[in-house]
């Protein structure tokens, strides 16, 4: 089945960096994009960044652009996003995410706290 397993959250001072990584299986990871979401109390859940299946391109929300970076390794299984400048409205659970058909996958979600 497919699994989406992220990890790398925390706490963090303002200005300071943190990489997510997400862990994929029971999918051809490498045929599909890949997406990282966030979700901040009493909020809906945003994109944040996405991927194509070669990783040769790449969007990202307009409040992340130049601060985040989405990368791939398709050898792993594994999708990345670093996170610089980090902001006290960056605090969120991030979720990794992938379409396949008609269906939706999530992770369990990883807590970023963004604070002094």
């Known amino acids: 089945q497919v699994q989406l397993v992220e990890s790398g959250g925390g706490l963090v001072q303002p200005g300071g960096s943190l990489r997510l990584s997400c862990a994929a299986s029971?999918?051809?990871?490498?045929?599909?994009?890949m997406t990282w979401y966030h979700q901040a109390p009493g909020k809906e859940r945003e994109l944040v960044a996405a991927i194509s299946s070669n990783g040769r391109r790449t969007n990202y929300a307009d409040s992340v652009k130049g601060r985040f970076s989405i990368s791939r390794d398709n050898a792993k299984n594994t999708v990345y996003l670093q996170m610089d400048s980090l902001k006290p409205e960056d605090t969120a659970v991030y979720y990794c995410?992938?379409?396949?058909?008609?269906?939706?996958?999530w992770g369990q979600g990883t807590q970023v706290t963004v604070s002094s």
């Open positions: 029971g999918f051809g990871f490498s045929s599909y994009a």
């Open positions: 995410h992938v379409t396949i058909g008609p269906r939706d996958y």
